[in-house]
């Protein structure tokens, strides 16, 4: 029978042998100090700089080049390891930042600042705040009747195309894509000759409010970008919905989409040259959603 100081010094080996193959630790940016008052911003480290595609801790992956591979293909929560039954500190800290992100996205208010700053005009829907937004889907499918009214007179003449920005449920994404996606759409519109009126923003809108602004307007086609319900992945996501003759009512069959518009999905200079060929398209055969063959 074993004694019990040789099996302690057995069990003392055997760990000892174990640490040796495991991976050295990588020390914190963080202050462990216990005055805490002593510890800014700039002593944590920013998880959030880190692509998904790029964040791995499995150690000693039996083919980690091939691990590595997959991650790029998905944003999904690859190899992010974990301690005992739970995830990894950093893997939980960065599920609540990017979950905080996407609260963000869908309750912070769209900047009045980055349209005062582009001159873009504002209408609004019969949501009169971003609550009354969420819990009350009908109202932000039509404008308020000032709104409707203003944007009656908004145009001199017919347009023969509309294009415009709504907050949706990430204003985030507007903010992120705006600028490069409606240059790129209206400058594809130039080269095919379609003339298009001047863009604008619509607050506390969904998809259906294109359907009204077709009808005000009277424009052929209907371009409505508006922000995409936000996930763990990207709170910068948009989405285009392009329809011909958009009337109140109408089946959402009509609709021809465009979605994932960011960074890591489809970039906005490609998503702009992309909507400018489909309302040519569009004009062409007169038609839109599942009638329409691309």
Request: aromatic content about 6%; hydrophobic content about 40%.
């Given at each position: 029978?074993?004694?019990?100081?040789?099996?302690?010094?057995?069990?003392?080996?055997?760990?000892?042998?174990?640490?040796?193959?495991?991976?050295?630790?990588?020390?914190?940016?963080?202050?462990?100090?216990?005055?805490?008052?002593?510890?800014?911003?700039?002593?944590?480290?920013?998880?959030?700089?880190?692509?998904?595609?790029?964040?791995?801790?499995?150690?000693?992956?039996?083919?980690?080049?091939?691990?590595?591979?997959?991650?790029?293909?998905?944003?999904?929560?690859?190899?992010?390891?974990?301690?005992?039954?739970?995830?990894?500190?950093?893997?939980?800290?960065?599920f609540r930042a990017d979950?905080?992100?996407?609260?963000?996205?869908?309750?912070?208010?769209?900047?009045?600042?980055?349209?005062?700053?582009?001159?873009?005009?504002?209408?609004?829907?019969?949501?009169?705040?971003?609550?009354?937004?969420?819990?009350?889907?009908?109202?932000?499918?039509?404008?308020?009747?000032?709104?409707?009214?203003?944007?009656?007179?908004?145009?001199?003449?017919?347009?023969?195309?509309?294009?415009?920005?709504?907050?949706?449920?990430?204003?985030?994404?507007?903010?992120?894509?705006?600028?490069?996606?409606?240059?790129?759409?209206?400058?594809?519109?130039?080269?095919?000759?379609i003339e298009a009126g001047?863009?604008?923003?619509?607050?506390?809108?969904?998809?259906?409010?294109?359907?009204?602004?077709?009808?005000?307007?009277?424009?052929?086609?209907?371009?409505?970008?508006?922000?995409?319900?936000?996930?763990?992945?990207?709170?910068?996501?948009?989405?285009?919905?392009?329809?011909?003759?958009?009337?109140?009512?109408?089946?959402?069959?009509?609709?021809?989409?465009?979605?994932?518009?960011?960074?890591?999905?489809?970039?906005?200079?490609?998503?702009?040259?992309?909507?400018?060929?489909?309302?040519?398209?569009?004009?062409?055969?007169?038609?839109?959603?599942?009638?329409?063959?691309?």
């Amino acid at each position: 029978m074993v004694s019990d100081d040789k099996l302690k010094e057995i069990i003392a080996q055997v760990v000892g042998e174990m640490m040796k193959d495991a991976p050295a630790a990588k020390a914190p940016k963080a202050c462990c100090n216990a005055n805490v008052e002593n510890v800014s911003d700039d002593d944590l480290e920013d998880l959030t700089a880190y692509s998904l595609n790029e964040w791995y801790q499995v150690p000693n992956a039996k083919d980690e080049a091939e691990y590595r591979r997959l991650k790029l293909t998905t944003p999904a929560r690859l190899g992010v390891w974990h301690c005992g039954p739970r995830e990894m500190t950093n893997t939980m800290l960065r599920f609540r930042a990017d979950h905080a992100a996407a609260q963000d996205a869908v309750f912070n208010e769209f900047p009045k600042e980055f349209l005062e700053e582009r001159g873009i005009k504002e209408f609004v829907t019969r949501c009169d705040t971003k609550d009354t937004y969420l819990t009350r889907p009908d109202l932000g499918r039509r404008l308020s009747e000032e709104s409707a009214k203003e944007l009656a007179k908004f145009y001199s003449k017919k347009p023969q195309v509309v294009v415009y920005a709504t907050d949706g449920l990430s204003g985030t994404a507007i903010e992120a894509n705006y600028d490069i996606v409606i240059p790129a759409i209206m400058n594809g519109l130039k080269a095919h000759g379609i003339e298009a009126g001047e863009p604008f923003f619509v607050r506390y809108g969904r998809v259906a409010t294109e359907d009204e602004v077709s009808e005000i307007t009277g424009c052929d086609v209907c371009v409505c970008l508006v922000g995409e319900r936000p996930g763990l992945a990207t709170a910068n996501s948009m989405s285009a919905y392009i329809v011909y003759k958009a009337t109140i009512g109408m089946p959402e069959s009509r609709r021809t989409v465009i979605s994932n518009i960011h960074n890591a999905g489809t970039p906005a200079a490609e998503a702009g040259a992309h909507i400018a060929d489909i309302v040519d398209i569009m004009l062409k055969e007169k038609c839109s959603g599942v009638d329409l063959k691309l």
